[in-house]
């Protein structure tokens, strides 16, 4: 018998049996996640057996230990580590961007840290896990097989309601293959899937602006380009990523004079933060990396703080870019979207990731809703039966009383009333209490409400469109609930690796900023000149300038754009030419009043300020950007409120493009658009005209430009209100909006300033306030008009020539401002 049993094979066929089953076991079984729930079977099985264990949010926790002793003896016949190590990552908050799992414990750091023993951590479910892989399991949803011994079933699949293989990521390492997905942002991830299903032939150029770029738990800044783009749209990519630096004063000790550092507050993505230190400290001492004193690890609870203090004689930026370039605080992100696609591994694109995702979230809805239905129908038929047989009540009693038994009882119930199986054991189980007129007329209640159950359901599984509504439903409740804001930085450079470095937020700025707000005179007034002086004087000083009062055409000093009570704490926004936007620390103009540089950060250097706007104190309503090429965006107010000391990027501009003009709106007025040629185009501000948009986007096209011709500016005026007109050779207009004919967008608008001369131009469009008005001719040449020398009249009437001498022309029209 033994030897019946031995077979003879040729050596290279056996090695190429065994080695293929080996790499489909560690492929299929262990190494790469399912496109559906995004979840490699040894997360699935943790999760499973923790749901299994009752260990949901509102729980105790419980001793890891027991939950991988239940994962290893039920479902996962493998080393208890590995479970262990498993179940760590998807505590950790640092790994992933959607944490699965809630721990209590030590799980290790960003420092490489370790994790204490199974035995000393606690862990339970995630509230995102407990509501969106495991709330449906029990509905019927996915399919459940034999685990390896057959003593127990396992779900092939959890009923994902998310695309948990984006939000979180994944990497593993298979036989001839690899994965390495980057961590998403919910939000923006939701909003794909749901302008999939809303239009699923999204062009790509869309679809990656609703997902510009990976999220990582640990921040940072991903240089979006070419990587970005072929990760997405070819499932494989490198993305360049770097950590967030900036420059600082420090002082090293007592009696020492200050020093400049570097200071690291963010590093990338799966870098270990002693593990950098400790080869930045090897780079120093070899001599690759010179002007560097000391290295100090400041990290707190508050957040990470590296402080690298440079030497006297060194430069802060060349060492800055000595760091990005030599050493792991800039490095790449090697994405590849492999996942198993009906048990194979497929590279995909992200459209396909999210595609394969839906069709899945479809299927489980479907058979969720089937399963719901058979339970409704179920229940229905039992009810019926029930008030069925009360509505015969004494024929039933005396029927049950004439049986023998049981079963005859039933069958005389089936055949006399007309009663199925189920529904005659219904009634030989119903309790006495059901006799009450109370429970009579709650089974009929109840029979109303299982019938409109029943057609609710059967409307979903027969109307594809209402259950595609009912998924972007439950998407956005998801989405509500769970979306946090982004916290990895996109920044435009990928492509060359050297983006411009945003000015670094200093942690020590703030409190500069406080005490200098604190030794402020409490009557003070802000002043912001038209030539970009930002001072701050007192009442008698302010008074002593006559700036609200009207001046003839002469050499004056600069107009006033901006009169604020220091005492109101105003938070200015300053936006430049080319779509940054940062907060004006003015607080220090009492020390050291300048031009606008100098109260900026230092990334908006070189780049020309086109706009001061106060910041209202409710955060509310929405700030129009409008560019050269007569695009406009509306963003929220409340994306401007929480700006740190950094520039950021609100509006990205094509090559040539640049920002024009800022103009707060509000729902329900009327927008004002102007062209050089005199051009005015009015639009009502509405969700439906004037979307506001996420910071990505680039706005609509307001205005078709003619050729020679240029955007002059905008206004938002409510109804009733006016605008003010200037031309190049002196011409001042007051032109009521109600005037102008609404139009839409792309519409050629109609003259709103009939010039004397050909060679005239319109240069400027303000909102008409009950301010000073004044028109700057020259560096030191201007003009402060009343408001009510201003004639008000239709585009026909006459405007108010100002009289400049010959070869002179208006360049700028200013408003004073004096209220948040």
Not at 152 to 172: H, I, K, M, W
Not at 440 to 466: C, F, N, P, T, Y
Request: hydrophobic letters at 40%; glycine letters at 8%; a neutral charge.
């Amino acid at each position: 018998m033994a030897e019946e049993r031995i077979q003879p094979i040729a050596l290279h066929l056996e090695m190429q049996r065994s080695y293929l089953e080996y790499a489909m076991s560690v492929i299929v079984g262990r190494a790469l996640p399912d496109v559906r729930d995004g979840l490699k079977p040894v997360q699935r099985r943790i999760l499973f057996a923790m749901h299994e264990l009752g260990l949901t949010p509102d729980r105790p926790y419980r001793k890891c230990a027991r939950v991988v002793g239940d994962v290893l003896g039920k479902y996962h016949p493998h080393g208890d580590q590995a479970v262990y190590d498993a179940l760590v990552r998807q505590v950790q908050t640092f790994a992933s961007r959607h944490p699965l799992l809630d721990g209590h414990g030590n799980f290790g750091s960003v420092d490489d840290d370790p994790p204490a023993a199974m035995r000393y951590t606690e862990t339970r479910l995630a509230p995102i896990a407990h509501q969106a892989l495991l709330d449906e399991i029990g509905n019927d949803t996915v399919d459940f097989t034999s685990n390896f011994d057959g003593s127990q079933q396992e779900p092939t699949v959890l009923p994902a309601q998310l695309p948990f293989l984006l939000l979180n990521g994944c990497s593993g390492i298979a036989v001839g293959m690899a994965t390495s997905i980057p961590p998403h942002n919910l939000g923006e991830v939701v909003e794909a899937l749901i302008a999939l299903i809303r239009k699923p032939e999204l062009a790509d150029d869309k679809l990656l602006e609703l997902v510009p770029g990976p999220d990582f738990p640990t921040g940072g800044e991903v240089l979006v380009g070419s990587g970005v783009r072929d990760t997405y749209l070819q499932g494989r990519g490198s993305i360049p990523m770097r950590g967030i630096a900036h420059i600082e004063e420090v002082q090293p000790g007592k009696g020492r004079h200050r020093r400049s550092a570097v200071v690291v507050t963010e590093l990338p993505y799966q870098l270990s933060k002693a593990g950098w230190i400790e080869k930045l400290a090897d780079q120093v001492n070899d001599g690759k990396i010179g002007g560097i004193a000391d290295i100090r690890d400041e990290s707190d609870r508050e957040g990470m703080r590296v402080v690298i203090e440079l030497r006297r004689d060194a430069e802060a930026s060349k060492v800055l870019t000595d760091l990005q370039r030599r050493t792991s605080l800039q490095s790449n992100f090697g994405a590849i979207l492999l996942a198993l696609v009906n048990g194979q591994p497929q590279q995909l694109s992200l459209r396909q990731m999210l595609n394969h995702f839906l069709e899945y979230r479809e299927h489980t809805l479907i058979r969720r809703t089937s399963h719901a239905l058979r339970r409704t129908e179920d229940r229905l038929e039992v009810v019926e039966g029930l008030i069925r047989a009360l509505d015969a009540l004494p024929e039933v009693i005396e029927r049950i009383q004439a049986a023998s038994d049981a079963a005859s009882a039933r069958a005389s119930l089936q055949v006399h009333f007309d009663l199925s199986e189920r529904q005659a054991d219904a009634v030989l189980a119903m309790p006495l209490r059901r006799l009450t007129s109370l429970e009579q007329d709650g089974l009929r209640k109840e029979s109303l409400e299982l019938m409109e159950e029943r057609e609710r359901l059967r409307h979903l599984l027969d109307d594809r469109a209402a259950l595609l509504e009912s998924m972007v439903a439950e998407l956005k409740a998801l989405k509500k609930r769970y979306s946090t804001p982004r916290r990895t930085r996109l920044v435009a450079g990928g492509d060359d690796l050297v983006a411009q470095r945003a000015a670094a937020v200093r942690p020590n700025t703030e409190l500069q900023r406080q005490q200098a707000l604190e030794a402020l005179p409490g009557d003070g007034r802000l002043l912001i000149q038209a030539d970009g002086v930002v001072r701050i004087v007192t009442p008698q000083t302010l008074g002593r300038l006559h700036l609200d009062e009207a001046v003839p055409l002469g050499e004056h000093p600069s107009p006033a754009r901006l009169i604020l009570p220091v005492a109101m704490k105003p938070s200015l926004l300053a936006f430049s030419a080319s779509g940054r936007v940062a907060m004006l620390r003015w607080e220090f103009a009492a020390q050291q009043p300048g031009s606008l540089d100098k109260f900026l950060p230092e990334g908006l250097l070189g780049d020309p300020i086109v706009e001061v706007l106060p910041l209202p104190q409710n955060a509310t309503g929405t700030l129009g950007l409008l560019s050269s090429d007569g695009r406009f965006k509306r963003l929220p107010v409340e994306a401007f409120s929480e700006l740190s000391g950094r520039a950021a990027t609100v509006l990205k501009l094509k090559e040539g493009v640049s920002l024009t003009r800022v103009v707060p709106c509000c729902d329900g007025t009327s927008l004002v658009v102007g062209s050089s040629s005199g051009r005015l185009l009015r639009l009502d501000v509405n969700e439906t005209t004037l979307p506001v948009l996420g910071r990505a986007a680039q706005g609509p096209t307001l205005l078709r430009l003619l050729p020679g011709e240029a955007i002059v500016g905008a206004a938002c005026v409510a109804d009733g209100g006016e605008v003010l007109l200037a031309s190049q050779l002196g011409l001042i207009k007051r032109l009521s909006v109600a005037s102008l004919r609404p139009c839409q967008r792309g519409d050629l608008g109609q003259i709103g300033l009939q010039f004397l001369e050909r060679r005239d131009q319109l240069i400027d469009l303000q909102p008409f306030l009950d301010t000073t008005i004044a028109v700057v001719v020259s560096n030191n040449r201007s003009q402060r008009l009343d408001p009510a020398s201003l004639p008000a009249g239709d585009p026909p009437a006459a405007a108010l020539a100002l009289g400049l001498a010959a070869g002179e022309n208006l360049r700028q029209l200013v408003t004073l401002t004096t209220a948040l």
